[in-house]
């Protein structure tokens, strides 16, 4: 038996879609299919029961779960450890992405996988989403990290045949309102009740922007606009100084517990409805040839954000 298919198992049962897992896998879904029947023969007993669309873990599948994660990650680490040996020679790895490195760990990400593979050099262009997008189509770099959105993203059918998105994080929309503000003991907040606010708002020409301003009309007004800026620290500093509302995806109003504002925020978060979400992308071409060096990176963040990376830490001097 191929030990990938431990692998191959994991992402099934995280993906519950064959479509889904074998894209993230980069294999054919008949190949996924024939090494998960093969990995059932070789356990005795079904993994999964199949229905049209989605798949789900038997109890069976649930007991093997756990063995084959950690076979997985064992085979990732092996894998890793040979790929830093073996790749001697610099290598560049062109990576377009939106500015919300920190907000979604992607930073973190980064600056690890520099620590761990320092011959893989890695070359970063911050852009709007909208940039980002165009910069993959061209050519102009190797993989992409942008927003998407189902509802609120033009999509071309045509050209988005030809990307491969891989899911990394969810996030929607709140509104940022200054302290004392009526609505701030709210759980959750209809957007049309914000129609008489003063808005302060992501950059114009941006996907934030062009969201936010799409959201509002829906919502039956066009927002009065005070201020822009592609500056998350000026936009929060209209909320607090000017008594503006902000609308911005909840993480980019969530602070480190080491921040200034963690302890005592100078505005309320309140969640938007009905909600409008959006989720952080890894893309590629689908009909470009994946180096290498792409899908350990792409292996790499996906491992990062299911917890089996332990990210580094400065150590500390003793006093």
């Given at each position: 038996?191929d030990i ?7 992402m099934?049962?995280?993906?519950q879609?064959?479509w889904?897992?074998?894209?993230r896998l980069?294999?054919?879904q008949?190949s996924?299919s ?8 070789q356990?005795?007993a079904?993994?999964?029961t199949?229905?049209?669309?989605r798949v789900?873990?038997t109890e ?6 756990p ?5 997985a990650?064992?085979?990732y ?7 830093s040996?073996?790749h001697?020679?610099g290598r ?9 490195l ?5 930073a973190d990400?980064l600056?690890?996988f520099?620590?761990?593979?320092p011959?893989i050099?890695?070359q ?8 980002v ?7 102009r ?7 998407d959105s189902?509802?609120?993203?033009e999509?071309?059918p ?6 491969v998105r ?10 940022v309102?200054?302290k004392n503000?009526p ?10 009740r914000l ?8 950059k114009?020409?941006?996907l934030p ?6 959201a509002?009309?829906?919502?039956g007004?066009?927002?009065k606009?005070?201020f ?5 620290d000026a936009v929060l500093?209209m909320v607090?100084?000017?008594?503006c ?6 993480q980019h109003?969530?602070?480190p517990t080491?921040?200034?504002f963690a302890?005592?925020?100078p505005f309320?978060v309140?969640?938007i409805?009905p909600e409008i979400?959006?989720t952080?992308c890894l893309?590629y071409l689908?009909?470009t040839?994946?180096?290498?060096e ?12 299911n917890?089996r990376l ?9 006093e």
């Amino acid at each position: 038996m191929d030990i990938s298919y431990f692998r191959e198992f994991v992402m099934l049962a995280q993906t519950q879609n064959y479509w889904a897992a074998a894209e993230r896998l980069f294999i054919g879904q008949s190949s996924l299919s024939k090494h998960i029947m093969t990995l059932e023969k070789q356990l005795g007993a079904p993994l999964f029961t199949r229905t049209s669309r989605r798949v789900a873990l038997t109890e069976f599948g649930r007991l093997m779960l756990p063995y084959a994660q950690s076979i997985a990650r064992l085979q990732y680490e092996y894998e890793s450890a040979a790929f830093s040996y073996l790749h001697d020679e610099g290598r560049l790895l062109r990576i377009s992405t939106i500015p919300a490195l920190t907000a979604y760990n992607i930073a973190d990400i980064l600056v690890r996988f520099q620590l761990d593979f320092p011959r893989i050099k890695i070359q970063t262009d911050e852009a709007d989403t909208l940039v980002v997008r165009e910069q993959l189509f061209e050519g102009r770099c190797d993989l992409a990290i942008y927003r998407d959105s189902a509802a609120y993203l033009e999509h071309d059918p045509v050209r988005e045949q030809h990307i491969v998105r891989i899911p990394y994080v969810a996030d929607r929309l709140v509104a940022v309102l200054p302290k004392n503000h009526p609505l701030e003991g709210e759980d959750r907040l209809e957007l049309a009740r914000l129609r008489d606010e003063r808005f302060t708002l992501i950059k114009r020409d941006t996907l934030p922007y062009s969201l936010c301003l799409r959201a509002c009309r829906e919502a039956g007004f066009t927002p009065k606009v005070l201020f822009t800026s592609h500056s998350l620290d000026a936009v929060l500093d209209m909320v607090n100084k000017r008594s503006c509302v902000a609308l911005l995806f909840e993480q980019h109003a969530t602070f480190p517990t080491d921040s200034v504002f963690a302890a005592a925020p100078p505005f309320t978060v309140v969640p938007i409805i009905p909600e409008i979400q959006t989720t952080v992308c890894l893309a590629y071409l689908k009909d470009t040839p994946l180096s290498t060096e792409i899908r350990h990176f792409i292996d790499y963040c996906m491992m990062y954000k299911n917890g089996r990376l332990i990210p580094k830490r400065q150590e500390s001097t003793a006093e």
